[in-house]
């Protein structure tokens, strides 16, 4: 059972198909863009709002102000929507949604997937990038269970007619009785997700990025 999890946790695989290809890499100077980026905490202007406006669509009231997040209703996922807003900018956006990433890895978790896909729908063109996450097995032992954390964590960026449409974030909780049961996706959201509110100062940054 214990190669079973340390194969379930460290297998590569790719995002669904012959269609999927792996995601380039960013070459040094977007590298310095990003860390940039992330050291002026330009992710504050959207974080912690983002944060209110899932809690606000699951109460009700989504879609009245704020940004526009929908819930994700899959069979064994939970999950968010992360809708683009012109006020963000293109850049900006893929900023957060590297971070977003990044945030993940912290939490005891490594990258097993890292795909694009590209198709076409008559007039549109849709571009997704996929992350697939899963927890390092080093909570696993002969005796005991292994941590899962928040489950298997996916991360997509759909981008239509070369503009951002959203971000998807989504848990696969393992069911199985080798591993301890998930933290939920609010907490997941809650650890990612909540930051204060930015400073005039942060968000003064948002033109800079706008485009990249």
Not at 69 to 91: C, M, N, T, W
Request: glycine share 8%; net charge positive.
């Amino acid at each position: 059972m214990l190669h079973f999890i340390h194969q379930l946790f460290q297998r590569r695989r790719s995002g669904a198909g012959p269609d999927w290809q792996p995601a380039a890499t960013p070459t040094p100077a977007q590298a310095r863009r990003h860390a940039a980026w992330v050291a002026e905490r330009v992710y504050r202007n959207w974080l912690g709002p983002y944060f209110k406006a899932y809690h606000l669509r699951k109460g009700g009231a989504g879609g009245r102000r704020g940004y526009r997040v929908d819930l994700l209703h899959e069979k064994g996922r939970q999950g968010a929507l992360f809708f683009y807003d012109p006020s963000i900018g293109p850049g900006n956006f893929e900023h957060l949604y590297q971070l977003l990433g990044e945030r993940i890895g912290a939490l005891g978790y490594h990258r097993a997937c890292h795909d694009r896909r590209q198709r076409r729908h008559e007039q549109l063109r849709e571009n997704t990038i996929k992350q697939l996450f899963k927890p390092d097995p080093t909570d696993c032992t002969e005796s005991g269970r292994c941590n899962q954390r928040y489950g298997l964590i996916t991360l997509d960026l759909v981008v239509v007619n070369d503009r951002p449409l959203f971000i998807r974030l989504s848990t696969n909780p393992v069911h199985e009785a080798h591993f301890t049961p998930p933290q939920s996706f609010e907490a997941l959201l809650q650890t990612v997700f909540d930051e204060p509110v930015a400073d005039a100062a942060i968000e003064q940054r948002i033109a800079e990025y706008y485009e990249g």
